[in-house]
């Protein structure tokens, strides 16, 4: 009914940017906020960055000064801009959205994307 589609990941040295993207799609009436998580091998899946619908954004200390998360409302997509990438940026990050379905359904869902895979070489 509704699903996040991930795209930016990529190899990328450390010191380097890479900026990813992530669209929801389907029977969507509002989109409440969207966020970032990643995973590292071994790892618990931890919160990088949250947006809400009036642009209110929150981090994790680790990426605070290097990534930047936007949204654009029209398109209901989320982008992720890393910058001074570190070799422990490593993981498989994934997008998130909470969000209301179109009438009659009118259901709040929490959607996760399918992953989108991040190596930083030193």
């Known amino acids: 009914q509704v699903q996040l589609v991930e795209s930016g990941g990529g190899l990328v040295q450390a010191g380097g940017s890479l900026r990813l993207s992530c669209a929801a799609a389907?029977?969507?009436?509002?989109?409440?906020?969207m966020g970032w998580y990643r995973q590292a091998p071994g790892k618990q899946r931890e919160l990088i960055a949250t947006?809400?619908?009036?642009?209110?954004?929150n981090y994790a200390d680790s990426v605070k000064g290097r990534f930047t998360i936007s949204r654009d409302n029209a398109k209901n997509t989320v982008y992720l801009q890393m910058n001074s990438l570190k070799p422990e940026d490593t993981a498989a990050y994934y997008c998130?959205?909470?969000?209301?379905?179109?009438?009659?359904?009118?259901?709040?869902?929490?959607?996760w994307g399918q992953g989108t895979l991040v190596t930083v070489s030193s």
């Open positions: 947006i809400t619908s009036d642009g209110s954004t």
């Open positions: 998130n959205t909470g969000l209301v379905t179109n009438p009659p359904d009118r259901r709040y869902l929490e959607v």
């Open positions: 389907g029977s969507i009436f509002s989109i409440n906020y």
